[in-house]
């Protein structure tokens, strides 16, 4: 009877262990979080040298025999090979600080691996995930509260020397930064000739970068209109200037028709050929006068692939009519031209009507070191709404440094156009993660429990930009970042570290290391959130 009874809650414990060993397992999500933890934190680490001014670029070669060099954050993180899921996330954290503020890439990815870094520590300590995830998204909150006080605010109308200082501090850590002086009030023209004055933000696709081989950067240049880099075709003797121009954008061929499949017709007498060359002609004829008597005479006709866009015969006639042509416009340009022209795409000879044509001061083609451009310039604006476009000329000796330069025109640009969507400037040089850090330490000695943990660990993390600065500086960080809090004790909250004047502090405002207010709050939101994100997993499965 007693063997009987022993054996029955020993059968039960058995048909219930696995089950319960599954439930209470907790090693295998603690495994997976540090896993995570850990590939996150070495793309991190791949990219913290090239932080700041005297940061280190990188040579990628990527799976297409390209050579990229860059120091730009987001360009290292989406041409590097990952495999682990987490370490693409970082990539995504990368891509989103790059559409929303432009600037700031390498640091949201930074300070995410620092504070996952912090992670590792609290939950060591045995600090449940979701508790550290939303102490962080409220230490972060608090963090944005105290940037906008340290903010400047400025008039983008009124203030156009904060907006070229603020530019040229984006391009201070670029290869091509020697250039800022020329680079950064050219980016701050092209903005404000785009954004209208009530406007809160700014659509950079109306800003086009021409990439041409040649000259130096200095040669770099903006033009107010629209630059195409397809020259005016020359063989029938065309104009290549034109004032007063009525520009259509044509989708159709003007040569003669072809069937869909391959035939060969065979002529046998002289005067069923003359026939057919005449007919040849008349057709074409007949679509040159429809053209010119729409008052068009500048011709943009988009690339055809079946058939040639225009013939030889047709360039003769249009020559004849005094009508400039310019051909093989890519079927990606049609749309931006379109906007920017104010012009309609015409897909049919029987649409060709003088209301859908555009109209320009000015269309020329220019020789511009070795190379030729088209310039349209003066552009009139049927609508009230249509938005004005710029272009610029991006030169340079080859094409590393034309992708290198564009890269850093564009961070420019997205600088300025952060100072749109939010009118607030900021000292650099880790002033601000510096200043956030001693307040949120004095504000978690005052909370009770677990937050003020995390609230502690959030603080000393935000510490590994202004280190980071100093490092990649070839200073003694510690000595830097320790006299830098000293200083913000004593209520220089503008105190930062001076890379001009090397091994030295100095106050970022008067140094004029300025950069928008909305980089920083960007990127220690982003971060927050993309730790949030990565401590909520607690196991990864692969699908078949």
Same mark, same amino acid.
């Given at each position: 009877? @007693?063997?009987?009874?022993?054996?029955?809650?020993?059968?039960?414990?058995?048909?219930?262990?696995?089950? #319960?060993?599954?439930?209470?397992?907790?090693?295998?999500?603690?495994?997976? !979080?540090?896993? *995570?933890?850990?590939?996150?934190?070495?793309?991190?680490?791949?990219?913290?040298?090239?932080?700041?001014?005297? $940061?280190?670029?990188?040579?990628?070669?990527?799976?297409? $025999?390209?050579?990229?060099?860059?120091?730009?954050?987001?360009?290292?993180?989406?041409?590097?090979?990952?495999?682990?899921?987490?370490?693409?996330?970082?990539?995504?954290?990368?891509?989103?600080?790059?559409?929303?503020?432009?600037?700031?890439?390498?640091?949201?990815?930074?300070?995410?691996?620092?504070?996952?870094?912090?992670?590792?520590?609290?939950? @060591?300590? $045995?600090?449940?995930?979701?508790?550290?995830?939303?102490? &962080?998204?409220?230490?972060?909150?608090?963090?944005?509260?105290?940037?906008?006080?340290?903010?400047?605010?400025?008039?983008?109308?009124?203030?156009?020397?904060?907006?070229?200082?603020?530019?040229?501090?984006?391009?201070?850590?670029?290869?091509?930064?020697?250039?800022?002086?020329?680079?950064?009030?050219?980016?701050?023209?092209?903005?404000?000739?785009?954004?209208?004055?009530?406007?809160? #933000?700014?659509?950079?696709? *109306?800003?086009?970068?021409?990439?041409?081989?040649?000259?130096?950067?200095?040669?770099?240049?903006?033009?107010?209109?629209?630059?195409?880099?397809?020259?005016?075709?020359?063989?029938?003797?065309?104009?290549?200037?034109?004032?007063?121009?009525?520009? +259509?954008?044509?989708?159709?061929? =003007?040569?003669?028709?072809?069937?869909?499949?391959?035939?060969?017709?065979?002529?046998?007498?002289?005067?069923?050929?003359?026939?057919?060359?005449?007919?040849?002609?008349?057709?074409?004829?007949?679509?040159?006068?429809?053209?010119?008597?729409?008052?068009?005479?500048?011709?943009?006709?988009?690339?055809?692939?079946?058939?040639?866009?225009?013939?030889?015969?047709?360039?003769? &006639?249009?020559?004849?009519?005094?009508?400039?042509? =310019?051909?093989?416009?890519?079927?990606?340009?049609?749309?931006?031209?379109?906007?920017?022209? +104010?012009?309609?795409?015409?897909?049919?000879?029987?649409? &060709?009507?003088?209301?859908?044509?555009?109209?320009?001061?000015?269309?020329?083609?220019?020789?511009?070191?070795?190379?030729?451009?088209?310039?349209?310039?003066?552009?009139?604006?049927?609508?009230?709404?249509?938005?004005?476009?710029?272009?610029?000329?991006?030169?340079?000796?080859?094409?590393?440094?034309?992708?290198?330069?564009? !890269? @850093?025109?564009?961070?420019?640009?997205?600088?300025?156009?952060?100072?749109?969507?939010?009118?607030?400037?900021?000292?650099? +040089?880790?002033?601000?993660?510096?200043?956030? %850090?001693?307040?949120?330490?004095?504000?978690?000695?005052?909370?009770? +429990?677990?937050?003020?943990?995390?609230?502690?660990?959030?603080?000393?993390?935000?510490?590994?930009?202004?280190?980071?600065?100093?490092?990649?500086?070839?200073?003694?960080?510690?000595?830097?970042?320790?006299?830098?809090?000293?200083?913000?004790?004593?209520?220089?909250?503008?105190?930062?570290?001076?890379?001009?004047? %090397?091994?030295?502090?100095?106050?970022?405002?008067?140094?004029?290391?300025?950069?928008?207010?909305?980089?920083?709050? %960007?990127?220690?939101?982003?971060?927050?959130?993309?730790?949030?994100?990565?401590?909520?997993?607690?196991?990864?499965?692969?699908?078949?």
């Amino acid at each position: 009877m @007693s063997a009987s009874v022993m054996s029955t809650p020993r059968a039960t414990k058995t048909t219930a262990s696995p089950s #319960n060993s599954v439930f209470k397992n907790k090693e295998k999500p603690q495994e997976v !979080r540090k896993a *995570n933890i850990i590939a996150a934190r070495a793309v991190a680490d791949s990219i913290r040298t090239s932080l700041g001014p005297k $940061g280190m670029d990188k040579m990628i070669k990527t799976s297409r $025999g390209e050579v990229v060099i860059s120091n730009d954050g987001h360009t290292i993180l989406k041409e590097m090979a990952l495999l682990h899921p987490v370490a693409k996330m970082l990539v995504e954290v990368s891509a989103a600080q790059d559409s929303e503020a432009g600037d700031g890439t390498t640091s949201v990815v930074i300070l995410t691996g620092a504070l996952l870094g912090a992670c590792e520590k609290l939950l @060591s300590m $045995g600090i449940h995930p979701m508790l550290i995830a939303e102490s &962080f998204q409220n230490a972060a909150s608090r963090c944005v509260e105290i940037l906008d006080e340290m903010s400047v605010k400025i008039d983008l109308h009124k203030d156009k020397d904060a907006l070229i200082r603020a530019a040229s501090t984006s391009l201070s850590s670029k290869i091509v930064s020697q250039y800022s002086s020329i680079l950064a009030p050219l980016s701050v023209d092209c903005v404000l000739r785009i954004a209208s004055k009530n406007s809160e #933000n700014v659509d950079l696709k *109306n800003i086009r970068l021409i990439k041409k081989v040649g000259g130096t950067i200095d040669d770099t240049a903006m033009v107010d209109g629209v630059v195409l880099t397809q020259t005016v075709v020359k063989q029938a003797g065309g104009p290549t200037r034109m004032e007063k121009a009525r520009i +259509g954008l044509v989708q159709f061929q =003007i040569s003669p028709p072809k069937p869909d499949t391959e035939n060969n017709i065979v002529v046998n007498d002289y005067r069923q050929m003359d026939k057919i060359l005449k007919e040849e002609r008349a057709y074409l004829l007949n679509i040159c006068k429809k053209i010119k008597k729409s008052k068009c005479n500048v011709l943009l006709i988009q690339k055809s692939i079946l058939r040639d866009a225009v013939n030889e015969l047709a360039l003769h &006639f249009l020559a004849k009519l005094k009508i400039m042509v =310019i051909k093989d416009i890519e079927r990606e340009e049609i749309e931006f031209l379109s906007r920017s022209l +104010g012009c309609k795409p015409i897909s049919d000879v029987e649409l &060709f009507t003088e209301d859908r044509l555009g109209s320009a001061d000015l269309v020329e083609e220019i020789d511009s070191d070795g190379s030729k451009i088209v310039e349209i310039t003066g552009i009139q604006h049927k609508e009230e709404h249509t938005t004005p476009t710029v272009s610029v000329v991006i030169r340079g000796a080859n094409n590393m440094v034309l992708d290198e330069t564009e !890269r @850093s025109i564009h961070d420019s640009l997205c600088v300025v156009r952060c100072l749109v969507k939010k009118s607030a400037l900021i000292a650099g +040089g880790g002033a601000p993660e510096i200043e956030t %850090s001693r307040l949120l330490m004095k504000e978690a000695r005052a909370k009770e +429990g677990v937050e003020s943990f995390v609230w502690q660990e959030f603080a000393q993390s935000l510490e590994i930009i202004p280190t980071t600065l100093a490092e990649n500086a070839g200073l003694n960080s510690i000595k830097v970042v320790t006299e830098l809090r000293a200083k913000h004790e004593r209520g220089e909250k503008y105190a930062a570290i001076s890379v001009r004047r %090397s091994g030295t502090t100095s106050d970022a405002v008067q140094e004029h290391i300025l950069q928008p207010l909305l980089v920083n709050t %960007s990127a220690i939101t982003l971060s927050a959130e993309c730790v949030k994100s990565i401590l909520r997993i607690d196991d990864i499965t692969f699908s078949r």
